[in-house]
């Protein structure tokens, strides 16, 4: 919605605008200065003259834009520093690898733009720091009641179970590829799981960028030249949409898993012809959601990305101030 104001803070075309600092946060346009949460394509574009963000972020973003020619300027989390008349500075925010909240403080007012987060334990994440403040901007992506994120290892137990039970099947995992992909695989590795996994090759390039960083995930091997018969019992993890285009008809009758907040959504396990719908999220649930904002104690909360109005009715309830904002250039989290 535009217009919507906190003096020094608004919603434009662009996206979050920052006055005095003359500042972006994960513009939906290329802007001459951008402060970027994290990687994923929605919030981290290629264009920016100037950008600003996390070490790891910025590797991520040199991985998907690399002919990209924007300024970087690294900052480490609750490192300080002034952009105009503004303090800037970065807190964790639990959603993937580099993720962080951008905390921007002015004229005795401090207001937090929590990018994407969760509050569940993640291998590959700094876990999400509750900031007080004035104004907090919060995601909404699962923000109904019915969206309840079980423990991930409960998850993952399923897919085990199922490799056990169909050892002469092959088994695909849809995972999105930045974030997901990577805390599976080492959840997996956590649960005992140490045969050989393949990946699909959209995924090879991120995850040797995590090994790089000093990740490691065991035996990972790309499903690229490999004879169908080799695969006839293999775990195999691939983007949710490989899993049911031609690509995956190299596969001899596998059974079919994804990995996603969606999969709480029964029409969406069967519309994926999911068999083994896994409630993996890297986005907080509803009781996080209510959680986290209340732990901000922000007098106003601005809610982007999803179930907007679902979450303003109910911290309005509560006693906060919220507002829906309808960035443009964001669309449902294909998470
Ligand atoms: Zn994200
Ligand atoms: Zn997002």
């Not at 079980?150 to 695909?172: C, M």
């Not at 907080?284 to 732990?295: F, H, V």
């Not at 109910?314 to 906060?320: I, P």
Request: hydrophobic residues 40%; glycine residues 8%.
């Amino acid at each position: 919605m535009q217009g919507i104001k906190f003096d020094w803070l608004k919603s434009c075309p662009e996206g979050l605008y920052c006055q005095p600092a003359d500042c972006f946060i994960d513009p939906a346009r290329a802007v001459p200065r951008a402060l970027i949460t994290h990687g994923h394509a929605d919030h981290a574009r290629p264009g920016h003259e100037k950008v600003l963000a996390t070490k790891e972020t910025l590797k991520i973003m040199k991985v998907r834009y690399p002919s990209d020619l924007a300024q970087h300027q690294q900052l480490n989390f609750g490192e300080k520093i002034r952009i105009g008349e503004v303090t800037v500075w970065l807190a964790p925010a639990g959603h993937i690898l580099g993720s962080a909240q951008v905390v921007m403080e002015y004229q005795g007012q401090r207001a937090v733009v929590s990018g994407d987060y969760k509050r569940q334990a993640d291998p590959t994440a700094i876990p999400f720091e509750p900031i007080t403040c004035d104004l907090f901007v919060t995601e909404a992506t699962f923000a109904l009641p019915v969206f309840r994120h079980p423990k991930p290892e409960s998850q993952l137990e399923k897919l085990l179970s199922s490799l056990q039970a169909f050892p002469e099947r092959p088994h695909l995992l849809g995972v999105y590829g930045l974030g997901k992909c990577q805390r599976i695989l080492l959840l997996l590795r956590d649960l005992g799981f140490d045969a050989p996994i393949y990946l699909h090759g959209a995924l090879v390039g991120l995850t040797e960028l995590y090994r790089s960083m000093g990740f490691d995930f065991g035996n990972l091997l790309p499903v690229q030249g490999v004879a169908k018969s080799d695969l006839s019992s293999a775990l195999v993890l691939a983007p949710p949409s490989a899993t049911i285009d031609r690509w995956s008809r190299r596969f001899t009758d596998p059974r079919i898993g994804i990995a996603s907040g969606w999969m709480q959504v029964r029409g969406r396990a069967r519309q994926r012809r999911a068999e083994i719908p896994l409630i993996i999220s890297d986005h907080a649930d509803w009781d996080d959601l209510l959680r986290t904002c209340n732990e901000t104690q922000a007098e106003t909360v601005w809610i982007t990305h999803g179930r907007e109005d679902a979450l303003a009715y109910e911290l309005g309830k509560r006693g906060q101030k919220a507002i829906p904002l309808r960035l443009s250039g964001r669309q449902e989290e294909s998470e």
